[in-house]
Each structure stands twice: as C-alpha cells, then as structure tokens.
C-alpha cells in the first residue's frame, strides 16, 4: 500500500525565513502529488498540485515544490514565510487508478511575528 | 457559498449511541469521500462513494461504521454505539465525475466528534 511521510512535525520560523517542508511517498507508478493547507479553524484547500510536466510547479501565496521522481519527493519551499502562513501542511499522493487520495500526518508550521 | 457543507460541525456523544454526519458535495459534484483525522494523526480515508454505490471503502472499520449517498440528498456517514477512540474530526470532500475531474478535492469544514 503507498504511504506518504511528512518527516517534520512541528517546525517553528520567524517571519521572513524560507522554508522548506519534506514529503516522501512510497509509490513506483505514476502519481498525482497535492499539498493543501489548513488554516486554524478551517477546512483543507489546495495549495499546488503536480500532474505531469515542470517538475517544479507554482502554487498560491507563494508557495512552490519540486517533484523529484528519483527521490520520491514532493518538497514545499516558500522563500519568505509570513506570520498568515501559520497552519497545518498536509501532502498528499493519488496512485495509478484510485480516485481518492493518501495524506500524509502533517506538519504544523508556526511562524512568530 | 457553493462549498462542501457538513454538518453537525460539532457533536457530542456519550458511548453507545450512535453518531450521525452528514456531507452535501459541491454543486455538480458526483463523488463523496469521506476522512478521519485523529489527534495527531494526518487524514485517513474511510470511504469513497457515488450516488447510490459504495465504490471503495477499504479505510472503513468493519463494525459500527457505515456511509451511503442516497439518490437525493447528503451524504451520511454512520457510527453506531460510538466509544471513545471514535472521537475525532470527520471530513467530507467532493470531486466532479471522470472526465472533468482535475484531480483535486474539495473538503468541508469538518465535524468533530465528541464522545464521552
């Protein structure tokens, strides 16, 4: 079965820091990779999503990542967090056929003013 | 707001009875999925539904839990005779049928369950 790591659970910056969030998957076929993001008190919305094409690939506010196929990576950058950028990170992979997605358990990003 | 609607948002249980959730999917949308998230956990995924078919529901416990999306109305995820472990935040997300499907899902905001 795939599975999807997020190696850091908490990660703490102060604003105007980059950052950096890891995603492994586990997963030799193709693959459709997702980050969404989840402000306090509200639901997931999506942040990028990699199909096919430009490895790297642009999202909202500023957000980027890089599929690496070779590392079976799909890694968040953001090269100058602000304080808004405080909330919970979840990668997400969907695998061949299957319709639904596999998240990984999130990492909590915390940026201080 | 054209959004994922779920409710209750919250939800509170003592074991034993049963708990109820409902997801009404975006407009347009013909696929429901519902997720677990446990404390400290990341989103697990419990089933995935059409109207009136169950197409995959291998993340679903094989008691007490159920789901179904009726040919009218929501989406209802079921847990009867709720014990503690069941306390968790329930998410719906929805996506459009094949061959408009962008790959992406939309989610609700979530019910939260709460059983003491």
């Known amino acids: 079965a795939q599975s999807v790591s997020q190696h850091n659970h908490h990660v703490i910056l102060s604003e105007a820091a980059s950052l950096e969030l890891g995603c492994n998957y586990s997963?030799?076929?193709?693959?459709?990779l997702f980050w969404y993001v989840q402000y306090p008190g509200q639901h997931l919305q999506l942040l990028l999503k990699y199909f096919s094409g430009d490895p790297l690939v642009k999202g909202i506010k500023g957000f980027e990542a890089e599929f690496i196929k070779s590392k079976f990576s799909f890694n968040l950058r953001k090269p100058s967090v602000q304080w808004s950028d405080t909330a919970e990170y979840f990668c997400a992979v969907r695998s061949g056929s299957a319709r639904q997605l596999t998240f990984g358990s999130g990492t909590q990003l915390t940026v201080l003013p | 707001n054209a959004g994922v609607m779920q409710n209750p948002r919250h939800l509170v249980r003592r074991r034993g009875q049963e708990a109820r959730l409902r997801c009404s999917p975006m407009?347009?949308?013909?696929?429901v999925y519902w997720y677990r998230q446990l404390p400290e956990e990341g989103l697990k995924f419990m089933v995935y539904?059409?109207?009136?078919?169950?197409?995959?529901e291998s993340g679903m416990p094989k008691e007490r839990f159920s789901a179904e999306f009726p040919k009218e109305g929501p989406s209802i995820l079921r847990i009867q005779q709720v014990v503690r472990g069941d306390s968790a935040a329930y998410f719906c997300?929805?996506?459009?049928?094949?061959?408009?499907?962008?790959?992406?899902?939309?989610f609700g905001e979530g019910s939260r369950l709460t059983v003491l």
């Open positions: 997300a929805s996506s459009p049928q094949r061959g408009t499907n962008t790959g992406e899902l939309f």
């Open positions: 997963y030799g076929g193709t693959v459709n």
């Open positions: 407009k347009g949308h013909s696929h």
């Open positions: 539904l059409q109207k009136e078919n169950i197409i995959d």
